[in-house]
């Protein structure tokens, strides 16, 4: 999985590892201890992958890499669409209990 979004797999693709393997989503990586989500959030152009993502793992946006990266950080880092902070950001506040909302 962490493979296949840093190298921009199409968005059908990812949904194919998610349904072969939906564990894959909350599998670290070993050097950085960074799950898919943070390499979504750095390297996709597809808003949309990160709402699938966030779809099956939204406690991922809390999640912090080995140097207390999380998600919402790499998304910045890689300039990341303004829905996908949106996103993240809409699921931690609701996450949180600062906000009720529907989110994906």
């Known amino acids: ?5 840093h190298g921009y797999a199409p968005i059908d693709f990812i949904k194919a590892l998610i349904k ?13 201890k960074r799950l898919p989500l943070h390499y979504a ?3 996709t152009p597809y808003p949309e992958l990160i709402e699938l993502l966030l779809k099956h793992n ?9 140097d207390v ?7 910045a ?4 669409h303004e829905y996908v902070f949106k996103q993240l950001l809409d ?3 609701i996450i949180s209990g600062m906000r ?3 989110a994906p």
């Open 58 to 66: 939204r406690d991922a946006t809390f999640k912090a890499n080995f």
């Open 1 to 5: 999985m962490h493979l296949a979004l």
């Open 69 to 75: 990266r999380m998600p919402l950080h790499y998304a």
């Open 100 to 102: 009720v909302n529907s």
């Open 41 to 43: 959030c750095l390297h």
């Open 91 to 93: 699921i931690m506040l």
């Open 77 to 80: 880092f890689g300039c990341a």
């Open 20 to 32: 072969a393997y939906p564990k894959a989503l909350l599998k670290e990586d070993v050097e950085y």
